[in-house]
């Protein structure tokens, strides 16, 4: 891949990650970070993520030919307008935020023409949070979702795709309108619920949940305030989500009584079916796009 | 713990598990085993769970003087009535179910007067099944809920709690009611929601799912005959967990416009900061009696 300059906007798990597998990946290339505290860049330069660090997005986009946004999904926007006149005619801007369609109608509206972006959601990192985890290999194996629109320039996709490729990840290309209605279902609605679960406790049951209730419920450890960002900006889909969840919940209400045994079983036989499809699929390793 | 002859009902994961941990424990103690499947009983033998195994629950448990009913939860008073003019008297008969009401009232009305029942829910295991998973130390460590009713014999509540805590664990005593509406939100409700989960995505949703997923939905896995009987026998309880889940889900999706954003982050935070203090309490061993 030819990579000169890499600019990276926020420096944490992702950000720092990035950092980490291009600069052991792509020896020539320069890679550039942008935080707003001065000790994760001196962090992410001890730990050999970053060549240079400013604390201003504006000096690490400068004559980069590749910039990714590694802020929460809230900042996205924002942070595309602050660095919208400092981007050089050329490059190519993503994001690794955890919905689409927002970010990638922020990035057509604010950037210069001559400037491409392209959204991204590498699948990666979990409830760690901060450079101090990052890791070379974070994004080995996984799934990244691209969203092009009919306007994207195929040049900055390819661009994009091949750093994502160059770290690992297995390329998925979904509209930005199909990511966020799928990733509702797979990922923000199953992070509402498990707050759910924990939300609804008494305090006494509490005390005898077991490691089944804490492996269900890891990912209501989160972050609230970037959960908070992802479920208002998907809110229309997890609305969706929530109404076919609590179909489904009144369906098993249904099936609770004495008569129903069988159809209770087959419903029951169903999801562990399924869920053992999913576990043997991932024992094959992820679709390829 | 003074114990000649234990007799274990149903010999899977749990019973093979305390056959194995009372055989290294307690060296005087005779440890048979009755299973429906002579492969079974083989491995059990083998394996060193049991010093005798037998086809028909009648001959395990004569002479016994503790007998616990490892089955599922679906066919113990079925079992009851098939031993119950068998027990010794003096014995004591308790079980590993998940549900107590059914069972303890089953145990008082079927078993001879001078032959006591007390319900024990043992809190181990998993989604593993079958006596080649038992292990001596399966319980070290866990919660083992008793449930005594005004009308438990002490005398054979102390040996059949004498009989967890051999094994490593610590005793809660609640009543077979109280057992079974905290279970129901703290673990019923939990598989049943894991199941609707799985259960409500499309297949092309399924395609994108990572670890955080598969971590939330373990639980659906667990045997789809054990876990009908469970819902099934616990249905008001589970009905109302369910319902106080729906109520959780409603209250997020009024938060879910723009103008909450404060109200949805504490509802996050709320749920983060809880779960937190649960791993936090686990760090530090769970509650004694």
New interface residues.
């Given amino acids: 891949m030819q990579l000169r300059r890499l600019g990276i906007l926020g420096v944490g798990l992702l950000g720092g990650s990035i950092g980490l597998a291009v600069r052991s990946r792509l020896k020539d290339c320069v890679v550039v970070g942008y935080g707003h505290q001065g000790d994760t860049l001196r962090a992410a330069r001890q730990m050999g993520a970053l060549d240079e660090a400013y604390e201003q997005p504006q000096q690490a986009v400068r004559d980069a030919d590749l910039v990714v946004l590694c802020t929460p999904v809230g900042v996205l926007s924002p942070l595309l307008q602050q660095i919208a006149a400092d981007v050089a005619g050329g490059a190519v801007v993503t994001d690794v935020g955890s919905t689409k369609r927002t970010v990638v109608q922020a990035g057509g509206r604010l950037l210069k023409p001559g400037v491409s972006f392209v959204g991204s959601h590498p699948?990666a990192g979990?409830e760690k949070r901060g450079v101090q985890f990052a890791r070379a290999d974070l994004f080995e194996g996984?799934?990244c979702?691209t969203t092009p629109t009919p306007q994207t320039d195929p040049a900055a996709l390819a661009r994009v795709e091949e750093l994502w490729k160059l770290l690992g990840m297995r390329i998925?290309r979904l509209s930005p309108a199909s990511h966020d209605r799928?990733?509702a279902?797979?990922?923000h609605?199953?992070?509402?619920?498990?707050?759910?679960?924990?939300?609804?406790?008494?305090e006494?049951?509490?005390?005898?949940?077991?490691?089944?209730?804490?492996?269900?419920?890891?990912?209501?450890?989160?972050?609230?305030?970037l959960?908070?960002d992802i479920?208002?900006d998907n809110?229309d889909n997890?609305?969706q989500?929530?109404r076919?969840?609590?179909?489904?919940?009144?369906r098993?209400?249904a099936l609770?009584?004495?008569q129903n045994?069988e159809s209770?079983?087959a419903?029951?036989?169903?999801?562990?079916a399924?869920?053992?499809g999913?576990?043997d699929s991932?024992d094959q390793g992820?679709?390829a796009a």
């Fill in positions: 699948m979990g996984g799934i979702i998925t799928l990733l279902d797979v990922s609605l199953p992070h509402a619920v498990a707050a759910a679960l924990v939300g609804m406790q008494h006494e049951a509490l005390g005898l949940c077991g490691k089944g209730f804490l492996d269900l419920t890891r990912i209501a450890s989160g972050d609230p305030g959960w908070r479920l208002l809110r997890v609305r989500s929530l076919r969840m609590a179909d489904q919940l009144q098993l209400e609770l009584d004495g045994a209770l079983r419903w029951l036989d169903a999801a562990a399924r869920r053992q999913l576990v991932k992820p679709p």
